[in-house]
């Protein structure tokens, strides 16, 4: 599975921006897809997920009610619109799958980061 994110960018607080995930390779295998982020100094951290058949989806409490994830399986995309957007949102976010699980961890494939910063 290949994943590569865009969209990421330089905001004001309270801002919004809409992050893509272009999906390739073995999708069928995928049993859920997310967002992971690692801000400066910090542990890399889930955002949200969301599973391949279904709307289950998961948010950390962090951004819950203000992000928003969704998928558009006809063009194998992944989305994630980030709304109200604070400093602390800043971090490089990678679109991320699981093939062995329906869960928001032990993903086993990433791609690339896109760096999203906010300004105060």
């Known amino acids: 599975v290949q994943l590569q994110a865009s969209g990421g960018g330089l905001v004001q607080t309270g801002g919004s921006l809409r992050l893509s995930c272009v999906i390739s390779g073995s999708t069928l295998d995928i049993k859920a897809i997310g967002w992971f982020r690692q801000g400066p100094g910090k542990e890399v951290e889930a955002v949200s997920c969301i599973r391949s058949r279904g709307n289950n989806t998961y948010y950390s409490d962090s951004v819950k009610g203000r992000f928003t994830i969704s998928r558009d399986d006809a063009k194998n995309m992944l989305y994630l619109q980030m709304d109200s957007l604070k400093p602390e949102d800043t971090a490089l976010y990678h679109c991320?799958?699981?093939?062995?699980?329906?869960?928001?961890?032990?993903?086993?494939?990433w791609g690339k980061g896109t760096q999203v910063t906010v300004s105060s």
């Open positions: 991320t799958a699981n093939s062995r699980a329906t869960i928001c961890s032990g993903m086993d494939s």
